[in-house]
């Protein structure tokens, strides 16, 4: 058997930056195993597999997986499925609907950006943790925890960006994900963030459009205002715009076609 595979840079405006993501097209679904056995062969931090919808609610059905387990959202792969869909399968129209485990996800192609829709995780307040300071190699000024993810709240830029972390140690902790975040440098950022995921078999993602779900509801209530600019200062890097908008935010970036081609087995 052959299907097509795709894979994009999803939240950059050139390949090479950004996060790659892999997108498979389906007619119909194949078994649980077999998109586990395929993400893992990928072996991205995501990839995507979507279907036509089977109702009026939604254009298509969005899975995606990590190389070990499936998650319940997922934005670069979101975003790398919708890029995938406008220019490369000739989606007609500017707004595609996905149904996924998070609901419906809306993605809306605004010129060269595209900007989805999705649930916002506000963060709350969590105690310090210690072990958890150590494991990421620096010390956070505070900690909050979101529906997912841990959150290390760093003072300054740079102290995101010195982190080492000791990836065996953060698998240990019971937090899908860390992220850790500062405000931004001055150049037009208003915050800064990393993102380490070893118990999901990712130790450092370089763009997380899930993560931001978490920080635009907390930088936009500790900034004070709705429209926000961030970057993912991975190895790779990746500008992401967000908007906050109560029980929903919005996250837009860019996208570039990689690679075209199909797997057989």
């Avoid at 419906?104 to 900007?115: D, H, P, Q, S, Y």
Wanted: glycine content about 8%; proline content about 6%.
């Amino acid at each position: 058997m052959s299907y097509p595979l795709y894979q994009a840079d999803a939240f950059a405006d050139a390949v090479f930056t950004g996060n790659p993501a892999a997108v498979m097209p389906l007619d119909s679904w194949l078994s649980d195993d077999l998109l586990q056995a395929i993400a893992a062969e990928n072996n991205l931090s995501e990839t995507a597999f979507f279907v036509p919808a089977r109702n009026g609610e939604a254009d298509f059905d969005l899975r995606w997986f990590t190389p070990a387990v499936e998650i319940d959202l997922c934005g670069h792969a979101t975003l790398a499925s919708a890029h995938v869909l406008f220019e490369d399968l000739g989606f007609r129209g500017d707004r595609i609907r996905f149904s996924s485990r998070s609901g419906i996800l809306t993605v809306v192609r605004r010129g060269e950006e595209l900007v989805m829709d999705f649930p916002a995780r506000k963060p709350a307040d969590h105690p310090y943790l210690d072990p958890v300071a150590e494991a990421l190699g620096g010390r956070p000024a505070a900690f909050a925890k979101g529906v997912r993810d841990l959150v290390a709240i760093f003072d300054h830029a740079d102290d995101v960006a010195a982190l080492e972390p000791d990836f065996r140690a953060l698998s240990r902790f019971d937090h899908f994900a860390v992220i850790a975040t500062a405000p931004g440098d001055g150049n037009g950022l208003d915050f800064v963030c990393r993102f380490f995921a070893p118990r999901a078999g990712v130790d450092e993602d370089p763009v997380t459009g899930s993560a931001f779900t978490t920080l635009i509801p907390y930088w936009a209530t500790r900034l004070g205002r709705n429209d926000l600019k961030a970057r993912q200062i991975s190895r790779r890097g990746g500008n992401v715009s967000g908007r906050f908008l109560g029980d929903r935010v919005e996250i837009g970036g860019q996208a570039r076609t990689y690679l075209k081609g199909e797997i057989t087995f």
